[in-house]
C-alpha cells in the first residue's frame, strides 16, 4: 500500500532520518514506537510533505508521493492527525470536519463519521478549540477521515489523554481499519496502546529502525528497554 | 467648544456630522475589510491597498466617461457597471501581484511591508504618467445629486445613502461567502493554521492568490465609492492607508464584527470632533483614544474567546 525505501529526511545539514524502509500492506496497522527525538514526528511530517525529503522514496500504490505538496498527497489518499492535533479551534466542529471534504469532493459530512463519533454530532456547533482534548482527538481523525484515505497516519494520538479513553481509541482504530479497509500507521511511546491496537510493531532509534515484529512474537520487554530513558 | 451653540444646533451638528462619518465609515470599512482579510489569511501587510482603491476609482471616472461620450442613456446607471469593472480591475492586479511578487516574500513578513510600499510608489507613479497629476473628478448621474431634508436644519445626502447601502450589501456578501461557502471555509482553515490547512487536502497557494484578489478586488469597489466623496488623485489613497490599518488592528483581526464596529467608532469620532475643532487636532485625539484602548485591549475590540 505504502512504501518508503532509503528515506533520508533532514533539518538543514543535520540528518534525522538515516535511510529508512517500511512496508505497509493494505489493512494493516503499523505502529512506530520510539523515544522522543527518534525521529517519530519527522517521519510522520515528511510522509505528509510538510518536511522535504532528502532523498528517497515514498510511494502508495505505485505513485511516487515524495515530490509531491501536502495537499497532492491527500488528494493521492493520505490523511494525516497530528500530534497536538492541531484542530482549526475558532471554526466549529462541523465545519472543521468539512475542510476534509475538499479533498474528497463531497459536499455533505458522511454520516458514518458521526456513527464513529457520536460525541461530534452532539457538538456539531461548538467551536472546535473548547472541546476536551479526548474529544478534539476524535474530531480530528473524524478531519483526517472526511478526505477519505487509503492510508492514516497518526502522530502519538494518545498523548494528553486519560487512560480510559485511550482504550477506547485503540477499539475505534481498529473498528475504522475494519470497516473502511484502509492501512493506519500510528507513531506511539505508551506500549500497551501499541500492543493492543497493532498488526507490526517497529521500533525507531535515531532515525533508523531497528526492530520490526510482527505482533504475536513481539517481545514486549525488549522493546520497553528501547522506550525507557 | 460646545457653548457657542444652542441644544438645537448642537444635535443638528452631531446628526449631519455623524452622517458625514457614515459616509467615511463606508469607505473604511470597505477598505478595512479587504486588508484583514488579506492580513488575517497570510500575514501580508499591504502597504499598496490604497492604490488598489485608487485604480477602482480611476476605473469608475473611466467608465463615466465612456458612458458619457458614447451612451449618454445609460449614464444613470453607469455606477453599477462601473463597480463591477472597478472590482474586477483591481481584483486581477491583486492576483497578478500575489503571484509575482507577494508569494515569494511569505517567509519574511517585514519585507512584504517594504515591497508592497514599494508597489505602492510604483503604481502612484503608473497613475500620474497614464492619467496625469491632476486630480480628476467623477461626474455622478441625476439621482445620486441632492439631498433629503429631514429637519429644517437636517439634510442628508443622497449619494451618502447609496454608498452606505452599498457597503451593507458588499460586507453582507463577504460575511456569507466568508462563513458559508465551501470556498469560505477554505479561507478560515488557512488563517487558522497554514500547515494543518494543507494537509488536510487545501490547495493553500490558489486559496492565497483568490484571497488577495478578493481583498484588493474590495479595495476596488471602496474606490468607486470613494469617488462620491474626494476627487481621485494618484496619492489620493495614502491618505486613507493610516486610518485603515487603525481600524483594522482596533477591531482584532480576523474578526468581522471587530472590523465594522471599530470603522463605526473611528469614522464617527474623527468626523464629529472634526466640526469643532482643526482636522489634525481631531486625528490626535482620535490616535490617543485608540492607542489607549488597545494599552488595556492589545488583541482588539472583539477577539474569540476559545481555548488555544
Known amino acids: 500500500m505504502l512504501a518508503i525505501s532509503d528515506l533520508h529526511v533532514a533539518y538543514g545539514q543535520s540528518e534525522v532520518l538515516h535511510g529508512l524502509n517500511v512496508a505497509v500492506a493494505p489493512n494493516e496497522i503499523v505502529a512506530i514506537m520510539g523515544r522522543n527525538g527518534m525521529g517519530k514526528t519527522t517521519l510522520m511530517k515528511s510522509l505528509m510533505g510538510i518536511i522535504p525529503t532528502k532523498s528517497g522514496s515514498v510511494s502508495m500504490e505505485g505513485a511516487e508521493l515524495s515530490t509531491l505538496k501536502s495537499y497532492e498527497r491527500v488528494a493521492k489518499g493520505l490523511a494525516y492527525v497530528p500530534q497536538g492535533r492541531m484542530i482549526f479551534s475558532s471554526m466549529t466542529v462541523k465545519e472543521n ?119 504475536d512474537v513481539v517481545d514486549a520487554e525488549q522493546i520497553s528497554k528501547y522506550l525507557s530513558v | 467648544m460646545f457653548g457657542d451653540y444652542s441644544i438645537g444646533d448642537l444635535g443638528s451638528i452631531f446628526v449631519m456630522q455623524g452622517f458625514a462619518g457614515l459616509i467615511l465609515f463606508s469607505v473604511y470599512v470597505l477598505m478595512a475589510l479587504g486588508l484583514a482579510i488579506i492580513f488575517g489569511q497570510m500575514g501580508v501587510i499591504n502597504m499598496a491597498h490604497g492604490e488598489f482603491m485608487i485604480l477602482g476609482a480611476y476605473v469608475t471616472w473611466m467608465t463615466s466617461n465612456f458612458f458619457q461620450a458614447f451612451l449618454p442613456s445609460l449614464f444613470s446607471g453607469y455606477f453599477f457597471v462601473a463597480m463591477i469593472l472597478a472590482f474586477f480591475a483591481s481584483g486581477a492586479l491583486g492576483m497578478l501581484v500575489e503571484w509575482a511578487l507577494i508569494r515569494h516574500l511569505y517567509k519574511r513578513p517585514l519585507d512584504t511591508l517594504l515591497a508592497t510600499w514599494g508597489l505602492s510608489l510604483i503604481l502612484q507613479q503608473a497613475y500620474r504618467s497614464i492619467f496625469g497629476a491632476r486630480e480628476v473628478g467623477v461626474e455622478l448621474p441625476q439621482w445620486m445629486l441632492g439631498s433629503q431634508k429631514v429637519t429644517d436644519s437636517i439634510e442628508v445626502p443622497i449619494n451618502g445613502i447609496f454608498v452606505m447601502c452599498l457597503t451593507l450589501l458588499i460586507t453582507i456578501a463577504v460575511a456569507y461567502v466568508m462563513y458559508k461557502s465551501r470556498w469560505g471555509r477554505q479561507v478560515r482553515a488557512v488563517v487558522q493554521n497554514r500547515i494543518m490547512a494543507g494537509a488536510v487536502g487545501i490547495n493553500t497557494e490558489r486559496v492565497d492568490c483568490y484571497t488577495f484578489g478578493l481583498g484588493c478586488g474590495i479595495a476596488g469597489i471602496a474606490g468607486s465609492a470613494f469617488t462620491m466623496i474626494g476627487s481621485t488623485g494618484p496619492t489620493s489613497g495614502q491618505l486613507y492607508i493610516v486610518d485603515t490599518f487603525l481600524v483594522v488592528v482596533f477591531g482584532g483581526a480576523a474578526s468581522l464584527v471587530g472590523t465594522i464596529a471599530s470603522a463605526f467608532s473611528i469614522s464617527q469620532t474623527q468626523s464629529t470632533l472634526e466640526f469643532f475643532m482643526s482636522g489634525s487636532m481631531a486625528k490626535v485625539l482620535t490616535l490617543l483614544a485608540v492607542v489607549g484602548i488597545l494599552m488595556l485591549r492589545p488583541q482588539g475590540l472583539f477577539a474569540l474567546k476559545v481555548r488555544k
Open chain 1, 97 to 215: 470536519i468539512e475542510t476534509g471534504l475538499v479533498a474528497s469532493g463531497e459536499r455533505d459530512v458522511p454520516g458514518d463519521i458521526y456513527e464513529l463519533f457520536p460525541v461530534l454530532l452532539e457538538m456539531k456547533g461548538r467551536r472546535g478549540g473548547n472541546l476536551s482534548g479526548g474529544q478534539q482527538q476524535q474530531l480530528a481523525i473524524a478531519r483526517a477521515l472526511a478526505t477519505k484515505p487509503k492510508v492514516l497516519l497518526l502522530d502519538e494520538p494518545t498523548e494528553g489523554i486519560q487512560p480510559s479513553i485511550i482504550k477506547e481509541m485503540a477499539r475505534t482504530l481498529k473498528q475504522i481499519r475494519d470497516t473502511r479497509g484502509l492501512s493506519i500507521i500510528v507513531s506511539e511511546q505508551v506500549l500497551s496502546f501499541a500492543l493492543d491496537v497493532a498488526d507490526r510493531v517497529l521500533v525507531i532509534e535515531n532515525g533508523e529502525i531497528v526492530r520490526d515484529d510482527p505482533r
